[in-house]
């Protein structure tokens, strides 16, 4: 409790000078909202973002946390009521979002990011803007992307049939997938049956044989229980980032002044780091407990999943072809990972001599 008050106690001090307190009317409210529970690193970010923006806008905002599906059941329900302004924050995946803004796919595109230095420093600069100036344009200015964060890891091929090394061995395999055509185009160019179930089903799904794997990360697996279900092959191919894409109300942001507004942003930053953190941390004990039920764990080695990349190739040019202002947002982030990997590199010259 009194390093809580101590840390509020500090961030308050850095900006009481600039910002004014709350009013008479009152703190400013923003409402945030997160199709998902207490235990879930969205959930982490909120409350990080919440202490963050209170205590920096010396009580001028106050942040309240609605967990679940009390405000909206769906991201595209979710979004319409970010542009609409009954919610101020939300935080979909790119699955959830890709019904309104269909290029954010692009966080589906299998091996682009090769691990999580390239991709926090991706999403840490001018990729995240273009895509947040492509859906204010596509929202009337209405739906502000604020940051992109991480919501479980990575996905990983997950069976319950047999270890998977290369793409051969994927042959024959049901892989459920959301209804979204990108992952099902990935599965087949793999080898595999795209099967799309619902999340909730996907349990006895697993027990009947409806499907025989899934592309998930770690802790959504050890979440759902699925190993009791018989899923319990694992290859940590690292297919693709689980973006959690950060989106807030334009007018509600705009309507700040600026030393509030770089509170918001501020907030945001904390928020995604937060979500950085997360998943990292709870992986450890996840994958633990899933070796510990017998589970089998694969690490592809690089000539492995070069093979994998080789294999899903043709679904970069699928997404060039088929998705609205999907050559835009691929060249774009083809760029981002590049600089990424330049600036990385000479970090590794610097801190390895």
């Avoid at 803004?101 to 595109?109: A, I, R, S, T």
């Avoid at 892989?175 to 160019?189: F, G, H, K």
């Avoid at 089903?201 to 044989?209: D, M």
């Amino acid at each position: 409790m009194l390093k809580h008050l101590f840390a509020a106690a500090a961030i308050a001090a850095v900006s009481v000078a600039a910002v004014p307190a709350a009013g008479q009317g009152g703190p400013i409210k923003i409402v945030a909202t997160a199709n998902s529970n207490e235990n879930d690193e969205d959930f982490a970010g909120l409350i990080v973002f919440k202490d963050y923006v209170e205590a920096a806008s010396n009580g001028a905002i106050e942040v309240e946390i609605f967990m679940g599906t009390q405000l909206c059941s769906t991201g595209a329900e979710c979004i319409e009521g970010v542009s609409e302004g009954s919610i101020d924050v939300n935080i979909t995946t790119s699955g959830g979002a890709a019904g309104i803004f269909p290029y954010v796919q692009v966080f589906d595109l299998p091996y682009v990011m090769a691990n999580d230095r390239v991709a926090e420093h991706v999403l840490r600069g001018d990729f995240v803007r273009v895509l947040r100036d492509m859906a204010l344009e596509d929202s009337d200015g209405t739906v502000r992307l604020m940051t992109v964060g991480n919501t479980g890891g990575w996905r990983n091929f997950a069976n319950t049939q047999r270890r998977v090394a290369t793409p051969e061995d994927m042959e024959g395999l049901k892989i459920r997938t959301v209804v979204a055509d990108l992952p099902q185009e990935l599965v087949r160019a793999l080898g595999a049956a795209p099967t799309p179930i619902p999340w909730p089903e996907l349990f006895t799904s697993f027990q009947t044989g409806v499907v025989d794997g899934s592309k998930n990360g770690i802790t959504d697996i050890m979440g759902m229980k699925f190993p009791d279900a018989g899923l319990q092959y694992i290859t940590l191919d690292g297919h693709a980032y689980m973006g959690a894409l950060w989106w807030m109300n334009n007018e509600k942001f705009m309507s700040l002044d600026e030393p509030l507004r770089r509170v918001v942003v501020d907030g945001f930053y904390a928020l995604q780091q937060a979500t950085f953190a997360a998943p990292k941390r709870g992986a450890i004990q996840a994958y633990a407990e899933f070796v510990e039920g017998g589970g089998d764990i694969y690490v592809p080695s690089p000539e492995e999943k070069a093979m994998f990349a080789e294999s899903a190739a043709p679904v970069r040019d699928w997404f060039r072809e088929n998705v609205d202002g999907g050559d835009e947002v691929l060249d774009a982030l083809i760029k981002a990972v590049a600089e990424a990997e330049k600036d990385l590199g000479m970090a590794y010259g610097s801190d390895l001599n």
